[in-house]
């Protein structure tokens, strides 16, 4: 087996030159000079990432963090608020364990410091106790996201093709995190495959591990790793009804488990597994059109049908406050259909 400390030496000190700065991270000369992460902010970062993009997550991150500035204030929050404040972020069920984790933390005085203790708690599996126990706790522990399983699989030129390939990648990056900084090294392998290590068109030329990787040697960087074919998603199809009263909105509030768990939504028919629905009200509706939105099992083509009146409903409630900002994005796609075709009726 190969020395891979000079390979991880090379990688901190790129990290050193090139961290990227994010609201979320302490940088390489902050760490340098004593100021220790938060677990908090590292938690709900990560949490916030899965699936998502940093782009993506900037705001919300900030957001949150203002208004719920620690973890004792997030685990006091009212669930609704959250679940407002999450809107758009996707994949709903994070928001509920987030809050779940909260109060699981603030009950046992703090966060623990190992990846082992961190599994117990809501809605962290191993990824991110991995990148918590690391980042904010200093553990060894061998963090493979999306980004590190790239870098790992060229620079040892692995052709096993993914997911079947998982468990050897996480045995190499295992082999490869340092006992020293391994917070560091996880977030510069994570830079790494963000900016230069990239899916496509990687710029090996710049790259601090050029001289260490074996899928360049090998002339076959760009095409790893490589990947099982997707299964096709199937398409649903469904209809939802948006009736606006003088007092607002017509909504309801989703059960708090399964497909947009929590959140606030118009009535529908079914479309999500649930059983099938009839309108909130014998109002005049009339057909604004289709909305699509891609989960993560599958596609969705929604008609949208809307209508004006001043009726009391028979399913849901009036929300004079509604506002699309409040809502998952499959029904924002279908508040500004919906708001749109009100307002080009004569």
């Not at 996880?186 to 090996?204: R, V, W």
Request: proline share 8%; with cysteine.
């Amino acid at each position: 087996m190969r020395d891979t400390a000079p390979t991880a030496a090379r990688l901190l000190a790129w990290y050193d030159r090139h961290a990227r700065v994010m609201p979320w991270r302490i940088g390489p000369a902050e760490r340098a000079a004593g100021v220790r992460p938060d677990p908090y902010r590292v938690w709900l970062s990560e949490v916030m990432l899965q699936q998502t993009t940093v782009a993506a997550v900037r705001d919300y991150f900030r957001r949150f963090i203002d208004r719920w500035p620690d973890i004792a204030a997030l685990a006091a929050a009212r669930d609704e608020d959250v679940m407002a404040e999450w809107a758009g972020l996707g994949y709903y069920a994070r928001a509920r364990n987030l809050l779940k984790c909260a109060r699981a933390v603030v009950a046992r005085g703090g966060f623990p410091d190992t990846a082992e203790s961190l599994r117990h708690l809501p809605g962290i599996g191993p990824y991110t106790a991995a990148a918590i126990a690391a980042i904010a706790f200093d553990e060894a522990a061998t963090v493979v996201d999306g980004n590190v399983e790239r870098v790992v699989a060229r620079l040892f030129a692995v052709q096993i093709p993914l997911p079947q390939a998982k468990q050897d990648l996480t045995h190499l990056a295992a082999g490869l995190t340092p006992a020293t900084r391994p917070g560091d090294f996880a977030q510069a392998m994570m830079d790494l495959g963000a900016t230069i290590c990239t899916p496509k068109s990687p710029a090996c030329g710049i790259c601090p591990l050029l001289d260490d990787c074996a899928a360049r040697a090998g002339g076959v960087a760009a095409v790893l790793p490589v990947r099982a074919p997707k299964a096709v998603k199937p398409t649903r199809r469904g209809t939802v009804w948006a009736l606006r009263t003088p007092q607002g909105w017509v909504v309801e509030r989703r059960p708090g488990h399964g497909l947009l768990g929590g959140m606030t939504g118009f009535p529908g028919d079914g479309w999500d597994g649930s059983p099938g629905g009839v309108a909130p009200a014998a109002a005049p509706w009339r057909d604004a059109g289709e909305i699509r939105h891609t989960f993560t099992h599958f596609h969705l083509i929604l008609r949208v049908m809307v209508a004006e009146a001043d009726l009391a409903p028979l399913r849901g409630s009036v929300d004079p406050g509604l506002t699309a900002s409040s809502l998952p994005t499959v029904m924002r796609k279908a508040h500004a259909l919906a708001t749109a075709a009100l307002e080009a009726r004569p």
